[in-house]
């Protein structure tokens, strides 16, 4: 027994200089302690249904300005900051969060909302996340869109390309950080 | 069945089944942790069972035990000591997996920051799963050394043909 703890010794010495220097050889390596708490936050929402996507050449067609039909509510994914700091005339900022997904009290007020016939969600713009912390495998709008229809709203859809894709068709956007939903 | 056949075959081949079965799982959980710590250190955090200092430690090295333990149980090097390990940790795991349930954790159903592996829903059949691993890794470690097949009985055969070889070698001088 005293020669099978000494082995045990052993072999956790050896998993433990393996694994540390494993670790400081390969460039995904990570700090021996951790500097800021991981995120830990349950329950995800969990989405059940998929929005469609719909891209601003189909919304335009053939003129270059992109309009929206008659009842499409704009939604707004990102921070409310960005928001301020320029969002497409008559949308309603609801920052996407991926930790607590769309409050009752929210969807609550997007149903009162009169003459809603449909939503279409849009963000900036989808770039490529590198930083592992963000690993999204979305864009925060299409999470929405979900999530929105995932909560019996009907005729979701968020726009593909986002903000970037709407300015470059010649769109414009306000300030202002009125408009909650 | 015959008692010498059973002491000569038997025992031995199933203690190596049972070692390449237990190592293998050891072997396969740890591949993936090894290469992304990242993902095992969220997992071990979310358990909320160890302080932040420890997390990123436990992530790294924790991987590597099991993938040594594993390797060394299936080539049958201290083997009884490997059996220990396996055992100690399946009993950590137990315990992290049933304070989780106890406390109503939802680790499974989300995989948002998990690794693959962590996807699997947590239950309690991921406890009766372990106690049976763990009923495993007992018996591997009450089987007699001398009924064991692998590297450190071939060692222990060989040198000590070698010896009675220099011993006859020398007698005959």
Same mark, same amino acid.
């Given at each position: 027994?005293k =020669?099978?703890?000494?082995?045990a010794g052993? &072999? ?7 694994a ?7 460039s995904e390596?990570?700090?021996?302690v951790a ?9 995800c929402?969990e989405?059940m249904?998929?929005?469609?996507k719909?891209? @601003?050449?189909? @919304?335009?067609?053939s003129?270059?300005a992109?309009?929206?039909p008659?009842g &499409?509510l704009?939604?707004?994914a990102r921070l409310p900051e960005r928001?301020s700091?320029? *969002?497409?005339?008559?949308a309603v900022n609801l920052p ?7 409050g009752?009290?929210e969807?609550?007020?997007?149903r ?5 016939t ?20 979305h864009?925060?709008?299409? *999470?929405?869109a ?5 909560l019996?709203?009907e005729n979701?859809?968020?726009m593909q ?7 470059? =068709?010649g769109?414009t &956007? ?6 909650t939903? | ?5 059973? /002491? /000569?075959?038997g %025992?031995?081949?199933?203690d190596?089944a049972?070692?390449?079965?237990l190592? !293998?799982?050891?072997?396969?959980a ?12 969220v997992n071990?955090?979310?358990y909320?069972?160890l302080p932040?200092e420890?997390v990123?430690?436990?992530?790294? %090295? ?8 594993g390797g060394?149980? %299936? ?5 009884r000591?490997q059996?220990?390990l396996?055992n ?5 795991? %137990?315990a ?7 406390r109503?954790?939802?680790l499974?159903?989300c995989?948002?920051f998990?690794?693959?592996?962590a996807?699997e829903d947590?239950?309690m ?11 495993? !890794?007992?018996g591997?470690?009450i089987?007699p050394e /001398? ?5 450190e ?5 060989r040198?000590? /043909? ?5 011993r006859? !070698?020398?007698?005959?001088?």
């Open positions: 027994m =020669r099978d703890s000494l082995a052993w &072999t956790l010495l050896l998993a433990t200089l393996l540390l220097g494993f670790n400081q050889l390969r390596g990570i700090p021996l500097k800021e708490p991981y995120p830990i936050f349950v329950p929402p989405t249904e998929e929005a469609a719909v891209s @601003l050449a189909d @919304l335009a067609g003129s270059k992109p309009s929206f008659a &499409t704009l939604i707004d928001f700091d320029g *969002h497409i005339e008559g996407y969060d991926e930790l607590s997904g769309v009752e009290e969807a609550a007020r997007i009162a909302r009169p003459g809603v449909s939503i279409l969600v849009y963000c900036d713009g989808w770039e490529e996340e590198t930083d592992p912390a963000k690993r999204y495998d864009p925060p709008s299409e *999470h929405l979900d999530e929105l229809k995932s019996g709203f979701v859809s968020s390309g986002g903000l970037k894709a709407w300015l470059e =068709r769109g &956007t306000v300030k202002g950080p009125e408009g939903p | 069945m015959n008692r010498d056949f059973m /002491r /000569r075959w %025992i031995p081949s199933l190596l049972a070692r390449i079965y190592g !293998g799982v050891f072997l396969f740890a591949w993936g942790k090894v290469l992304d710590p990242y993902s095992f250190a071990i955090a979310t909320q069972v932040l420890l990123n430690l436990a992530a790294l %090295i924790l991987p590597w035990v099991e993938l040594a333990v060394l149980l %299936i080539l049958g090097v201290f083997t000591a059996a220990l396996v100690g940790m399946l009993l950590v795991f %137990i992290a997996i049933a304070s989780a349930l106890y109503e954790l939802d499974g159903t995989g948002c998990a690794s693959e592996e996807a947590l239950s059949s991921t406890v009766w799963r372990d106690v049976a691993w763990l009923a495993i !890794g007992a591997i470690f089987v /001398r009924l064991r097949w692998g590297v009985r071939w060692w222990k055969l040198s000590a /043909r070698n010896s009675e070889a220099v006859d !070698g020398g007698g005959s001088k």
